[in-house]
Nanobody, 125 residues
Framework: QVQLVESGGGLVQAGDSLRLSCAAS????????MGWFRQAPGKEREFVAT????????YYADSVKGRFTISRDNAKNTVYLQMNSLKPEDTAVYFC??????????????????WGQGTQVTVSS
């Protein structure tokens, strides 16, 4: 079993930065990929970024590439999403997700077994 708790969301202005955190507990954290997804009002949940178990490989959605950075600190059982140059269209609830027992990176939310409760990010224009 894996428990995930996100934090760091808030209300910011366009162009500002935020760093989201996702604290994991349960199964050995450093062995499995983690991902960030988001869901805007009235829209389906979409992939944002993913990172391999040891942090050496990352992959991003085109909409955030060059602005967002995913990272992890396995000693702290935490994955981060650094979000820079935020835009109003980045407004959404952000979720972290885990794929214990797997090694490949996935953008499909159905490939993730565990989810956090989400943290709201609101970007005003």
């Amino acid at each position: 079993q894996v428990q995930l708790v996100e934090s760091g969301g808030g209300l910011v202005q366009a162009g500002d930065s935020l760093r989201l955190s996702c604290a994991a507990s349960g199964r050995t954290f450093s062995y499995y990929p983690m991902g960030w997804f988001r869901q805007a009002p009235g829209k389906e949940r979409e992939f944002v970024a993913t990172i391999s178990g040891l942090g050496g490989t990352t992959y991003y959605a085109d909409s955030v590439k060059g602005r967002f950075t995913i990272s992890r600190d396995n000693a702290k059982n935490t994955v981060y999403l650094q979000m820079n140059s935020l835009k109003p269209e980045d407004t959404a609830v952000y979720f972290c997700a885990a794929r214990p027992g797997q090694y490949d990176l996935q953008t499909n939310e159905d490939e993730y077994n565990y989810w956090g409760q989400g943290t709201q990010v609101t970007v005003s224009s």
